[in-house]
């Protein structure tokens, strides 16, 4: 079997108010077997990053070093996913080795995992069981996992908090994550940041985890200490992105002077040294790789195993669409470390969320089944790409 073409799919909702963009991939081959993946980048980027040719003054002369990633891949064997994921990092390492050029590796990388695991007939997680091969740790395949519930826009005042928090949990989720946004929590002051947690905690009540996201808001430390130390009465799973995401110090500074965990990994991170560097200098106690800019699920399985060995969750980033959501799943149905994956949850509702892919990966009592059909376990919605479909040109 050969690889030959890297589709790249923009996608628009017009009259949707958030999450209105996607970047869907899919990987064709010469066997008809199709993968598909998603990118959390602007299409147009991504699209040349994936499509561009070097000029050739003949056809016998082989293209240089500077051509996008589909030509990297193409008349390759999509099933030598790693090998591959290492050869686009290698053709790209004048223009890449981060960045957009990652992002875009992600959507090519679980394509290929998908590819595999309907080659193999198996469900990608199947593939990827054993990669944790340490004593303690059993190696069994969970057919169920915990997904938090990302809710953005959360709210500005304590009753949209606890009205949209509650509906949370009648959808089914275990678990919720609270936003920054202007006027709301983080950007006004202290006694407004813990009246929006409270009301968040009274909808979730006390048996669901609350995370809360401050979006990189914060630049004076002694705010973001103020606020954060009052978060321990309300058992907060973790504190995302108090400060920009260069400013390590400050993150090993609050990290070491509050309990509750410091979490970030999604404003611009998306290698292997990104996230060393999270670890070490910034001393947080999560780690969040987006599974549709970091790499895929080869690149943030690596992240894992960097976290797993300084004994730091790893719980992935996925502001995005359900076809990432799918991949975290079988990432977390064999990582160790890795309690939750990112689930959206938008306000108001968008057609991108719920209707992109089949099945939707519905919660239940506070988990998600992982698929079991071979590859993600999902298949694009025809109708909707056919309905949604936007020239990134």
């Not at 994936?50 to 891949?73: D, V």
């Not at 983080?186 to 669901?208: C, F, N």
């Not at 470390?337 to 939707?360: A, G, R």
């Not at 993600?376 to 990134?392: Q, S, T």
């Amino acid at each position: 079997m050969k690889i030959t073409e890297v589709e790249v799919i923009p996608l628009l909702v017009p009259d949707a108010k958030l999450i209105r963009s996607a970047c869907v991939i899919r990987v064709h081959t010469d066997e008809g077997i199709e993968g598909i993946g998603e990118v959390d980048a602007p299409s147009l980027v991504v699209q040349a990053i994936i499509k561009t040719k070097e000029f050739q003054r003949s056809a016998s002369e082989p293209l240089g070093g500077a051509c996008g990633l589909q030509t990297s891949i193409v008349g390759e064997d999509p099933t030598q996913v790693e090998r591959l994921w290492q050869k686009m990092y290698q053709d790209t390492f004048l223009y890449g080795r981060g960045g957009a050029v990652m992002a875009a590796m992600a959507g090519i990388d679980m394509a290929l995992w998908d590819i595999a695991g309907k080659v193999q007939g198996k469900p990608i997680c199947e593939l990827l069981s054993g990669t944790f091969d340490v004593v303690g740790w059993g190696k069994e395949v969970k057919s169920e996992v915990k997904p938090y519930a990302t809710v953005y826009l959360s709210g500005k005042t304590p009753e949209e908090i606890e009205k949209n928090f509650r509906d949370v949990v009648k959808s089914g989720f275990g678990a919720a994550k609270l936003e920054s946004e202007i006027d709301g929590f983080g950007l006004k002051d202290v006694e407004t940041d813990i009246s929006l947690v409270e009301a968040a905690r009274k909808a979730l009540k006390d048996k669901r985890d609350l995370m809360i996201d401050a979006q990189y808001c914060w630049t004076n430390f002694n705010r973001a200490l103020a606020t954060a130390r009052k978060l321990v009465d309300y058992n907060v799973f973790f504190l995302e992105a108090p400060f920009p995401p260069d400013c390590l110090e400050a993150y090993a500074r609050l990290s070491q002077a509050i309990d509750t965990p410091v979490s970030c990994g999604d404003g611009g991170d998306t290698t292997r040294r990104d996230f060393l560097d999270l670890m070490e200098r910034g001393k947080v106690g999560v780690v969040q790789p987006s599974i549709v800019r970091a790499g895929g699920i080869t690149g943030v399985l690596r992240i894992a195993e960097l976290a797993f060995e300084r004994g730091v969750v790893c719980i992935p980033h996925c502001w995005a669409r359900k076809i990432g959501v799918a991949a975290e799943a079988h990432l977390a149905a064999v990582v160790p470390n890795m309690p939750y994956i990112e689930y959206p949850f938008p306000v108001p509702p968008s057609p991108m969320v719920s209707e992109l892919v089949e099945p939707s990966l519905l919660p239940k009592n506070g988990l998600i089944d992982v698929p079991k059909s071979p590859g993600l376990g999902i298949k694009l919605n025809e109708k909707f790409i056919e309905k949604y479909r936007v020239d990134a040109f």
